[in-house]
């Protein structure tokens, strides 16, 4: 992965930190988070390749070969007795791959190290590749793809729609778990040579944290040291079509109520300073699994609609079994987005139409002062709460070596929180948020008969099972005209089995 360094100066705002995803481990230098008083040991070990690097035709592959790794057997051992050996150890390990990171993490007792520490480096360093494992695994894959994606979480189904949507035709193209034709078609030679690509010494970030000592340290060091000299060709940074007026894609399933996600590519990413001015914005508009944010009031608390309305300036995946932001889903392009949790079918018009009103009147007018001082105190208080323990720590460390954040996104935003005015983040607003683009994603039942109001453009009146004040009803009239011209060449509806087939 190579850097793209300060030419982001004119598209990001000013640059706090100079280089992104730049080679990590010059000498195989590691993240290091000494905790003394923890007894517990962290390690994140990170492999520069996510399924930004799946070869065309074999979506997934990455995803494939970090399970084999960490939910398969070992030259040595066997998976269910790995799982027996992990048990009464209190510890496991796992993996997560996203884009541009593959990261195995696990965590043990300083009292278990020496019974753990063989299986993690065991499945690094010497996976046995069994088809019986690959088959297992592949099945699993499948499965989450073809019953769990599609038909269990409508809101997790119509994001990654919008992904593969705004991304269509680069390397983000498609989920990291893959598609069903690509899963198929992967063969256990395929994750061999995957494996022999990637997981190499030249492509490896350590991290470890908790209360450890430098002869761990030096230990791990060495030991990762064993795998294969090569480093990976890199892959450019996804440059996603431009957006001209509303795409609408329309997964017609057999649902109850309409999940809705729209947004649109953003060229800034964290570290930068217009990062942190959007931050301030994104939270008065829609900061996750808040309450008091204004999308949460205008449709959830005013109107009833659903059970909650969000945005993002970052990649936020799983979002439903999520309070704060993930780690190490590090990317190199973002998109703003609007997660609007399903509303009943009959509002799901009127919805969309709200939610585009609201980011028009922040486009246009961006925050007051009240509404600045009053979330840039809020922010003070609550980004405390995003690395609570010493493992999401390290993975925010891991994180800042990624993006190049020498002084660490966390002490930087709480620093920037003091630092910026109403006027950068006003300014920061109207240089990279806009309302007229988008990118839509909607999951619905009638998909037919919701592409043609689209179409149409028609008014759209909601009515409530209780009278509302006589504000919210003025303000319903002018949100069921708002237009949402989607043109017929714009519009396309999927069936729900034919999504990541």
């Known amino acids: 992965m190579k850097s793209f360094a300060g030419v982001c100066l004119l598209i990001c705002g000013l640059l706090i930190t100079t280089t992104i995803g730049e080679s990590a481990v010059k000498g195989n230098n590691p993240v290091l988070l000494p905790v003394k008083n923890d007894p517990t040991y962290c390690f ?71 019974d753990y520490y063989p299986l993690l480096l065991e499945a690094i360093l010497s996976p046995a590749f069994l088809q019986e494992d690959l088959d297992r695994i592949k099945s699993n894959t499948l499965n989450y793809l073809q019953n ?52 190499t010494r030249d492509n490896v970030v350590i991290g470890l944290a908790g209360g450890f000592d430098e002869a761990l340290v030096g230990r791990l060091r060495a030991d990762l040291m064993r795998l294969p000299a090569g480093k990976p060709r890199s892959v450019p940074a996804p440059v996603p079509a431009a957006l001209k007026g509303f795409k609408v894609t329309l997964v017609e399933k057999d649902a109850p109520a309409t999940a809705i996600s729209m947004g649109f590519p953003l060229d800034v990413v964290r570290g ?42 970052e990649n936020f995946p799983q979002g439903g079994m999520r309070s704060h932001p993930p780690q190490n889903v590090c990317r190199r392009k973002q998109i703003f987005e609007i997660w609007i949790r399903p509303v009943p079918r009959e509002a799901g018009h009127f919805a969309l139409r709200a939610a585009l009103r609201e980011l028009k009147h922040l486009v246009e007018h961006g925050l007051t002062k009240d509404e600045f001082d009053l979330t840039r105190n809020f922010l003070r208080k609550y980004i405390l709460h995003f690395a609570p323990t010493t493992m999401e720590r390290l993975g925010y460390a891991m994180d800042d070596r990624f ?93 729900v089995a034919e999504v990541f087939k």
């Not at 799946?54 to 970090?66: I, Q, R």
Request: no cysteine; hydrophobic share 40%; aromatic share 10%.
């Open 44 to 114: 994140r070990i990170w492999f520069k390749v996510g399924s930004q690097n799946d070869p065309a035709g074999m979506e997934g592959l990455a995803n494939l070969t970090a399970q084999m790794i960490v939910d398969a057997s070992t030259q040595k051992h066997k998976y269910e007795q790995i799982i027996d050996l992990l048990y009464p150890l209190a510890a496991s390990y796992e993996a997560t791959v996203s884009a541009e990171m593959s990261v195995v993490y696990g965590r043990v007792h300083r009292d278990n190290l020496n």
């Open 148 to 199: 769990t994606l599609r038909f269990s979480s409508d809101e997790e189904l119509g994001k990654a729609v919008l992904y593969t949507d705004i991304f269509s035709g680069t390397p983000y193209g498609h989920i990291a778990e893959g598609t069903v034709e690509g899963l198929n078609r992967i063969t256990l030679d395929d994750v061999k040579k995957f494996y022999a690509a990637h997981y």
């Open 403 to 495: 993006y190049g954040i020498s002084r660490g996104h966390l002490t930087t935003f709480r620093t920037m929180l003091g630092k910026l005015t109403r006027a950068d983040v006003n300014a920061a607003i109207k240089r990279h948020l806009q309302f007229g683009n988008m990118q839509i994603a909607i999951v619905t039942g009638e998909a037919a008969a919701m592409g043609e109001e689209l179409l149409r453009d028609a008014p759209t009146p909601i009515t409530y099972k209780s009278p509302k004040p006589d504000n919210v009803v003025a303000e319903d009239r002018e949100i069921s005209v708002f237009p949402v011209k989607v043109a017929a060449e714009n519009l396309r509806i999927v069936p």
């Open 272 to 313: 930068t300073t217009d990062w942190y001015a959007l931050a301030i914005a994104n939270s008065w508009f829609g900061e996750h699994r808040n309450s008091s944010s204004h999308l949460y009031q205008v449709i959830r608390e005013t109107r009833g609609l659903n059970y909650g309305d969000y945005s993002y300036i």
